[in-house]
């Protein structure tokens, strides 16, 4: 069956860095999603992308984070400058269409550890 | 703005017993409901969802939902539990464009 993976499942970086947590959603979705849970909280949608562009971004989205696809398969997330309060864990998922009808799949996400 | 509240962070449960997870919501429009489940190392899975019509709706594994229009809730049942389906649940709503807002989670435990 396929499925949506995430690669690492666990970054650990310091203060100020930068990272690039990667995806790879199943193969004939076309809208992909990142979503974060910061530990003891709810998981909050960061951001919608289609079509090579940001389709609606959350307020948490500023800035320091975007958003590629850069080849066929790969969906990328990343963080400029991470701060400590960026620790969490971050999901990947990716759907057929933009739909509320279409079903998210999620990936097993990566923790994302500020040090 | 939508939101979703799921009042039991923590649920411990025997095997064979019923379950029931609570969960009630606030949106404008008619929500379309969703609940998912997330096993340790695991993705969030997507258990059953409600759009429109029968209130009462099947998932898998076992698992099914009642939409309370008059309660905004969307309350998940399983009706005999298995150590299997010890894990988290998330309720959810969509809003327009896909987004999902999730409640905050609840912990299920089975004891043997």
């Known amino acids: 069956e396929p499925e949506v993976t995430q690669t690492p499942s666990h970054q650990v970086t310091q203060m100020g860095q930068e990272v690039i947590l990667r995806c790879v959603p199943i193969s004939n979705h076309l809208y992909f999603y990142w979503y974060r849970q910061i530990l003891g909280q709810k998981v909050e949608f960061l951001v919608s992308?289609?079509?090579?562009?940001?389709?609606?971004k959350s307020e948490i989205f500023d800035d320091q984070f975007s958003v590629e696809r850069p080849d066929g398969s790969n969906f990328t997330l990343k963080i400029r400058s991470t701060k400590l309060e960026d620790s969490a864990m971050y999901f990947c998922?990716?759907?057929?269409?933009?739909?509320?009808?279409?079903?998210?799949?999620f990936g097993p996400g990566t923790r994302l550890t500020v040090l | 703005a939508q939101s979703v509240t799921q009042p039991d962070i923590h649920i411990t449960v025997s095997e064979g017993a019923s379950l029931e997870l609570r969960c009630n919501y606030s949106y404008g429009a008619t929500p379309y409901l969703f609940w998912y489940v997330q096993s340790p190392g695991q993705g969030l899975q997507l258990l059953l969802k409600y759009f429109s019509g029968d209130t009462l709706v099947q998932g898998i594994k076992g698992f099914e939902a009642e939409f309370k229009r008059s309660q905004s809730s969307f309350n998940l049942r399983k009706p005999s539990v298995h150590w299997s389906d010890a894990a988290e649940y998330f309720c959810a709503v969509v809003a327009a464009g896909n987004k999902l807002t999730f409640g905050g989670g609840t912990r299920v435990l089975v004891k043997p």
């Open positions: 998922a990716s759907s057929e269409g933009r739909s509320s009808y279409n079903e998210q799949f």
């Open positions: 992308f289609y079509n090579n562009e940001i389709s609606e």
